[in-house]
Structures are given as structure tokens and as C-alpha cells.
Nanobody, 119 residues
Framework: QVQLVESGGGLVQPGGSLRLSCAAS????????MGWYRQAPGKERELVAI???????NYADSVKGRFTISRDNAQTTVYLQMHSLKPEDTAVYYC?????????????WGRGTQVTVSS
């Protein structure tokens, strides 16, 4: 199985920046899509950004123009560069990976990393 481990969360002031990283435990799996979801207290988990192996990306409207998702060459690590952070970005951020193991795809989730935006 694949384990996803997030890092890079922390406390930042409004307008600041953070970069989140998520590394897969194995490189011998075919990971089709990777991305980030987040969940704030009292709210549902929501999509932040997704990137496919072909480089196609999707972003939540609330983060467009501020966040950038990317992957390494091995397709086993995903990053989320966050700029112009707002208090409403405060949430636990979860890494997501879709792994192909014939004959189907399987979803994997990281444990989450806390991002707090506050003055």
C-alpha cells in the first residue's frame, strides 16, 4: 500500500506564504492524480487543488491566483505553494493520491497538516 506524509504546515500571518509537501512512501506505484483537500472546524472537507500525471490542474475558486500545485519528476511528491494567505484558509490540509493497481484505481489519504493564518 501507499502512505502519504504531509509536511510544511504551521502558523503564518495574513498575507504570508507557506509551501506544503506530500511524499508517497513508494515509487513503484502508478499515481494518476495527486492533490490537496482541506477541512476547517465545523465545515465539510473541500477540494483545494488537483494535478494529474499529464499536468492538468483544477483549483477551488477561493484559492485561484493564490495557490499553485505541482509534482516532482517521479510523480510521487506533490506540493502546494500558498501565497496571500487569509484567515479563512485556516484548516487541516490533507494530501490525496489516486493509485492504479490493476484492474482499478484506489484512493489514499494523508493524516493531515494544520495551517493556521492569524495575526
Amino acid at each position: 500500500q501507499v502512505q502519504l506524509v504531509e509536511s510544511g504546515g504551521g502558523l503564518v500571518q495574513p498575507g504570508g506564504s507557506l509551501r506544503l509537501s506530500c511524499a508517497a512512501s513508494r515509487s513503484d506505484f502508478s499515481i494518476n492524480r495527486m492533490g490537496w483537500y482541506r477541512q476547517a472546524p465545523g465545515k465539510e472537507r473541500e477540494l483545494v487543488a488537483i494535478i494529474t500525471s499529464g499536468g492538468n490542474t483544477n483549483y477551488a475558486d477561493s484559492v485561484k491566483g493564490r495557490f499553485t500545485i505541482s509534482r516532482d519528476n517521479a510523480q510521487t511528491t506533490v506540493y502546494l505553494q500558498m501565497h496571500s494567505l487569509k484567515p479563512e484558509d485556516t484548516a487541516v490540509y490533507y494530501c490525496y493520491g489516486e493509485v492504479y493497481t490493476a484492474p482499478r484505481f484506489y484512493d489514499y489519504w494523508g493524516r493531515g497538516t494544520q495551517v493556521t493564518v492569524s495575526s
